[in-house]
T-cell receptor, first 112, second 115 residues
Framework: ELKVEQNPLFLSMQEGKNYTIYCNYSTTSDRLYWYRQDPGKSLESLFVLLSNGAVKQEGRLMASLDTKARLSTLHITAAVHDLSATYFCAVAPGGATNKLIFGTGTLLAVQP | NAGVTQTPKFQVLKTGQSMTLQCAQDMNHNSMYWYRQDPGMGLRLIYYSASEGTTDKGEVPDGYNVSRLKKQNFLLGLESAAPSQTSVYFC??????????????FGPGTRLTVT
């Protein structure tokens, strides 16, 4: 059974600082997704990572995938308050047609 | 282009009542999904449908049923609601073609409370 673990579960950081959120998964998969969720809102797709070594960047966020280590990271550079949200990674079990298993999420609070 | 829409947005049920959550997408996606989101547990897949007329169980299907009679609609039914089904329900859709992967697009959610 595929398990997806994120850490930390809660992250309070100051504006201007850098930090990394980690997503570990337990079985083989070459597809990983990052989503953002604002309080009371739906999920918004941030990144789709489809191969080992994939790196994608959007603004202050950069995501990477290491399929051999079964690890993805979401790096935040010079955080701003607008990045405060819950971030989820989601992994597709090998062989399944686009079925996703979500991590429990990381609640990011950026303090001014 | 509305994307993925869900009705209702909020619902309160009494234990034992039944209801259907509705989901529609206008992106011509093959695949559709129902998730529930509970505090501290992320999203858990209830059912999914890879194409019109087909459905499969996800992680937590007990107490639910689904219907995908039209490509654009995916219905989630609760036959006899229980307090444990109090949750936020999200519908999602995605393109799919064999094993080619595309991202999922989510609806705004339905907040369901069962008393």
């Amino acid at each position: 059974e595929l398990k997806v673990e994120q850490n930390p579960l809660f992250l309070s950081m100051q504006e201007g600082k850098n930090y990394t959120i980690y997503c570990n998964y337990s079985t083989t998969s070459d597809r990983l997704y990052w989503y953002r969720q604002d309080p009371g809102k739906s999920l918004e797709s941030l990144f789709v990572l489809l191969s080992n070594g994939a790196v994608k960047q959007e603004g202050r966020l950069m995501a990477s995938l290491d399929t051999k280590a079964r690890l993805s990271t979401l790096h935040i550079t010079a955080a701003v308050h607008d990045l405060s949200a819950t971030y989820f990674c989601a992994v597709a079990p090998g062989g399944a047609t686009n079925k996703l298993i979500f991590g429990t999420g990381t609640l990011l609070a950026v303090q001014p | 282009n509305a994307g993925v829409t869900q009705t209702p947005k909020f619902q309160v049920l009494k234990t034992g009542q039944s209801m259907t959550l509705q989901c529609a997408q206008d992106m011509n996606h093959n695949s559709m999904y129902w998730y529930r989101q509970d505090p501290g547990m992320g999203l858990r897949l209830i059912y999914y449908s890879a194409s019109e007329g087909t459905t499969d169980k996800g992680e937590v299907p007990d107490g639910y049923n689904v219907s995908r009679l039209k490509k654009q609609n995916f219905l989630l039914g609760l036959e006899s609601a229980a307090p444990s089904q109090t949750s936020v329900y999200f519908c999602a859709s995605s393109r799919s073609s064999g094993r080619k992967i595309y991202e999922q697009y989510f609806g705004p959610g339905t907040r369901l409370t069962v008393t």
